[in-house]
């Protein structure tokens, strides 16, 4: 899991066929602004010597998340702002499942869609999966978002990358792109906070480097977001199968996407 405090972009030429391109590389550190732009450089470096004929050069890559901390819970779990303004848990080994699509038969393509029913059948699906899982000490938290169902697997340390794991998300039927994402960027991600325009506030790209000007901008636009999403929640707890001690990470979780309080999904 790539989540830096200081972030830097630099940029260099190169030459492909006689043509002139630009190089443009992030690089993240947590210990100064000064690495980051070392990291940038040396990203800028491989590619040269991709672009070279040089192999192996990324084949251990794993994608960096480039938002701003907002909160670093421990070493395993950090909740950063997304690039239109929301919290998102970033976790490195408990599994978080998103799963939107319930399951189907040859006859649901004739029936008018139910969103209401078809969390249901999700929830039914979980469930049935969740027995053996449960019986061996996991225990599965369900949450009812606004299109879909979230599941937080607890009693169990989860790698992403895992082929153990991956088998397990698509078993319970999670969305493949956030599969590979998952596997992409070495984490599980939840988003705390509500989508702007579900509570019919303007959008606001939220940038890493920001002048003077932009963080003001940013700051008005922020105030009032916050402000809108005390009148919604982002998931709501339906049940827990099997038991287990809540981990400090879902305890925040819990109480930023106020999945106690039964307010509007958003």
């Known amino acids: 899991m790539k989540i830096h405090a200081w972030w830097r972009l ?20 947590d210990s100064s602004a000064e690495d980051a732009s070392r990291q940038a450089w040396e990203k800028i470096d491989r590619i040269r010597r991709k672009l070279s004929g040089e192999t ?16 670093r819970l421990d070493e395993q779990a950090v909740i950063t702002r997304n690039r239109y303004g929301a919290q998102v ?14 399951p189907r038969s040859f006859w649901d393509i004739f029936r008018r869609r139910n969103p209401a029913a078809g969390k249901e059948k999700i929830i039914a699906k979980v469930r049935r999966l969740a027995e053996p899982e449960v019986r061996r000490g996991c225990a599965f938290r369900i949450y009812e978002t606004r299109n879909g169902i979230r599941v937080i697997v607890l009693g169990r340390r989860s790698d992403p990358a895992a082929a153990e794991t991956e088998a ?8 493949p792109l956030y599969m590979l994402l998952c596997k992409k960027q070495g984490c599980f991600r939840a988003r705390l906070t509500p989508k702007p325009y579900r509570m019919r506030l303007r959008g606001h790209r939220v940038k890493l480097l920001r002048s003077p000007e932009e963080e003001a901008q940013f700051r008005s636009w922020l105030a009032e977001y916050e402000e809108r999403s005390r009148d919604f929640s982002t998931c709501r707890l ?12 879902v305890l ?6 106020r999945a106690d309080s039964g307010l509007r999904l958003a």
């Open 10 to 29: 630099e940029e260099d030429w190169a030459k492909i066929g006689g043509e002139k391109i630009r190089i443009r590389c992030w690089g993240g550190s």
């Open 56 to 71: 192996g050069l990324f084949e251990d890559y794993e994608a960096e998340i480039r938002e701003e901390i907002v909160r």
């Open 89 to 102: 848990l970033n976790v490195a080994d408990l599994m978080i499942m998103d799963i939107d699509q319930p």
């Open 168 to 175: 397990m998300m698509w078993a319970f039927g999670c969305d």
């Open 238 to 249: 339906r049940e827990q199968l099997g038991a287990a001690s809540l981990p400090e990470t």
């Open 252 to 257: 925040v979780h819990d109480e930023i996407s």
